[in-house]
């Protein structure tokens, strides 16, 4: 099986076939039947294909319901369209009551035990990975400290608390996400679980990306020759959540929508089967002891457990990722001893030397099409020296990406002249030539 961009598909496990019947949906005959009501009183008339498809439910299960649902009067052909089914008074009024219980209205959830089984074959192994692997995953960008790249790859292996530490613009956010290449298989989850009589929505756009298109078919599947699979299971890439200042203690717990009365899974059982990275580490709401504390447990013994806080009930879910905590404060800026030897690894994210920027550079004008001038940047360095700046990894995209901004709205060549990097300079470090008095008008000279 290959994805929408022509490469092989890895899966951990087996791909759940297309249930046959409805005990095998693992979920109450009554919520899909509610499930189809809510969702033809709001989309007005379907087709059972349509319905198929927006709910993943197979076809011949779909059938079952309109055949019995019209039966009772809840659902009927509308006049245009005698292949279509619309809801009648009764089935729009069972409906509305359906959506006092929850609002939710996609997917058909699988069952939280289904989630667990399936996602413990696919992220319940110790990963796999050599050093050969780790200098793959730093392949494409400029990973001069040898130190880190030996130091990362046994305490990523170990999936215990890693805490990367060392100035800002020293990359240590893109030495994170580079690590998603150590997962070597793609992973598969639902859209949604079903627990306690509620709906848990797992799949987020904003971490879980596709790799099979989900586009509406007008075929009929069930007409062709390929192999079913249960729709409800969706294949992404490896997860990479990352996480900063906003995130507070409660993104670790499910969080209850009021008015559509479903939950949202919690932001680090997101990144399961993948890399969860807390960025600017010790600057989050509360203190910084708090967050590791909430994660110590799950990461040893690899499950959560998460209460469903409105409605009761608890459930216990897998807890597999990469966890990465990245700080720019110095060691005893974050805790003391004792915090900091809960940290299993601490990693410096060291600055770079002036041959290691110059590498940088090139990187960077290769990148972007610009001619690499070694003069150019010698002056650039002198800059820096003058003005007693450290260096940092981030100035070489910092500077020339201004020089790119500065030609491309200018319709200049972009290249590493004394102007535009004196330009780019000045904009990057607001080196400030007036003062004034906050608060009050400028006086005149």
């Avoid at 994805?3 to 759940?16: K, M, Q, V």
């Avoid at 299960?61 to 055949?67: A, N, W, Y």
């Avoid at 150019?376 to 450290?390: C, G, N, S």
């Amino acid at each position: 099986m290959r994805s929408d961009g022509g490469r092989e598909i890895n899966l951990a496990c087996d791909r759940p076939r297309e249930p046959q019947t409805v005990e095998e949906m693992g979920i109450p005959e009554a919520f899909i039947e509610d499930m189809i009501l809510k969702l033809l009183s709001q989309q007005g008339a379907m087709t059972e294909h349509q319905i198929s498809w927006s709910l993943k439910v197979p076809k011949h299960i779909v059938s079952q319901f309109t055949k019995d649902l019209s039966k009772r009067k809840l659902v009927g052909p509308p006049p245009s369209n005698p292949n279509a089914f619309i809801c009648g008074s009764e089935g729009k009024d069972r409906a509305e009551d359906a959506s006092k219980t929850t609002r939710y209205l996609g997917p058909v959830p699988v069952s939280v035990d289904e989630y667990v089984r399936l996602m413990r074959q696919q992220v319940g192994r110790p990963l796999q990975f050599s050093q050969k692997d780790i200098e793959a995953a730093y392949s494409k960008i400029v990973m001069y400290d040898q130190d880190f790249r030996e130091r990362i790859g046994p305490a990523v292996r170990s999936q215990r608390s890693i805490l990367l530490y060392g100035a800002p613009g020293n990359g240590k956010t893109i030495m994170g996400k580079c690590l998603t290449s150590l997962m070597k298989s793609d992973l598969m989850i639902p859209y949604s679980i079903f627990a306690h009589g509620q709906v848990i929505k797992v799949f987020d756009s904003a971490f879980h990306k596709p790799i099979l298109s989900d586009e509406y078919k007008e075929y009929d599947i069930e007409k062709t020759d390929d192999a079913r699979y249960d729709m409800r299971w969706n294949i992404i890439n490896v997860p990479y959540v990352e996480v900063a200042t906003e995130f507070t203690l409660a993104g670790f717990e499910l969080s209850y929508n009021e008015y559509a009365k479903y939950y949202e899974m919690a932001t680090h059982v997101k990144a399961n089967g993948g890399v969860f990275f807390i960025d600017d580490f010790g600057r989050q709401k509360g203190k910084a002891e708090e967050y590791l504390n909430r994660l110590i447990t799950p990461l040893q013994s690899r499950e959560d457990i998460l209460q469903l806080s409105a409605t009761g009930g608890q459930i216990r879910v897998p807890f597999y990722c990469i966890p990465l905590f990245s700080t720019n404060f110095t060691l005893d800026k974050i805790g003391d001893e004792a915090f900091l030897r809960r940290f299993k690894y601490k990693i410096l994210a060291r600055s770079p030397g002036e041959k290691d920027l110059e590498d940088i550079f090139k990187f960077e004008c290769m990148r972007s099409g610009i001619d690499f001038n070694k003069e150019m940047y010698e002056y650039f360095l002198d800059r820096v020296k003058k003005r007693d700046l450290k260096l940092r990894s981030c100035l070489a995209n910092d500077i020339l990406s201004k020089i790119i901004d500065h030609c491309s709205f200018h319709t200049m060549k972009a290249e590493m002249s004394k102007e535009l990097i004196d330009l780019a300079f000045e904009l990057n470090f607001s080196e400030q030539t007036e003062t004034w008095a906050f608060g009050t008008k400028e006086e005149k000279k």
